[in-house]
């Protein structure tokens, strides 16, 4: 017998089903409530709201898990790819050799941008925030391949589109930045694997034999993996709500990546440097910056901590502090920011503010450290966090379309004026 909630308005009694999943959370299920009982819900931010039914990530924010169609974050991080675990996350299970193989060939085939791209490109400045830069270029593509716009693609077609995006997002994100620079932009070389062809373009000056460092790239694979998905997050629920009008991939990643870009989300990992640097130029005395953070007078906000879900540590952050030591160690850089952030962390943490907030370091509290320490400039901060979430983005996209979800459409309730008649202007 399906379990069931009472719901009593106005003394009638409505029977709600429940709904529970595979790792027993439970929902309401409301999907009737407005045709059965003229109510609707309100939930300011969705923090009690389940928006679907997902296979993909699973989060126990109290326990601090976090699993990718059942593998631990901890051990995706130590043991797979990043291109592995982007087949996991959009085709449900890790693949065999000849499955990876393939699909590491098939992007690459598809690593060039159309020369055209190049003009949309030189019409951003190159005071242009990357992140700018990165969601025009990847929604352009529905203007090289229009066949995307198709609502009722073919499953080729959609595995095509699927290429092509996580194909092309390291092209883009090495432009964007390349045209910051003012730099003449590099050309994917395939002979390297996906994160060595991104940091090739990323660093490469005209006519230098550029070597990859291991360490970067092994590190930088890691990061990738530990931003691959996270369930319904801002950004994520925007591809989704954009995905549900049968727009395409391309203009629903895009819609994600503006998402992503905001400083309360994926813009957080560009601010944690900021404010760590603000922090080491004031002196580095961190009691006076949690006093502030505490004080809802300041505006400010220890960036890096705190989560939606999250009420214990982000289990992303205890693995990116961690290779944090390993990259600087094995890079002999001694980054003064580092320490601070320890600081803040242990100060943080033993406050009866925080605590009770249950405020831990998110993923963003450490990973600008490491981008720091591989020589990626704080306005890539982001756009790095894009590349790691486009897998999460492209697999969510796709089950809400194999789902055949209805289009995501929220109502309100109305708090404006009443009926009131029309005064001509002149009568004002
Ligand atoms: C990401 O959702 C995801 O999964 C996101 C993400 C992913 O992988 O996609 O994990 C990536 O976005 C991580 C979060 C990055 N953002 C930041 O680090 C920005 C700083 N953190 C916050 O602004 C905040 O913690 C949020 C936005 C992350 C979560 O905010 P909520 O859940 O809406 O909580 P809230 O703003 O209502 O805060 C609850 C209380 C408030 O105090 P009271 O009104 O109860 O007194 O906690 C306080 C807040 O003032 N608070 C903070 C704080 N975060 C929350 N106070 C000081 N510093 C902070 N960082």
Redesign the pocket.
Known sequence: MAKTAELIIDGKSYKLPIVEGTENEVALDISNLLEETGTITLDL?YKNTGATKSAITFLDGDKGILRHRGYSIEDLAAKSSFLEVAYLLIFGELPMKDQLDKFSNDIKLHTMVHEDIKKILDGFPSSSHPMGVLASMFCAQTAFYPESLDPNRSAEGVYLSIVRSLAKMPTFAAWAYKNAMGHPVNYPDNSLNYTSRFLKMLYALPAEQYEVDPIVADALDKLLILHAD??Q???TSTVRIVGSSKASIYSSISAGINALWGP???G?NQEVILMLEAIRKDGGDTEKWINK?KDKNSGF?????????YKNFDPRAKIIKKTADDVLNKLGVNDPVLEIALKLEEVALRDPYFIE?K?YP???FYSGIIYRALGIPVDMFTVMFAMGRLPGWIAQWKELRENKEPIGRPRQIYTGQNLRPYIPIEKR
């Open positions: 931010g996270h369930e997050n801002c950004s309360l989300h994926g957080a953070a906000r220890l960036m890096g901590f705190g989560h939606r879900v907030r405020l998110n993923v963003d």
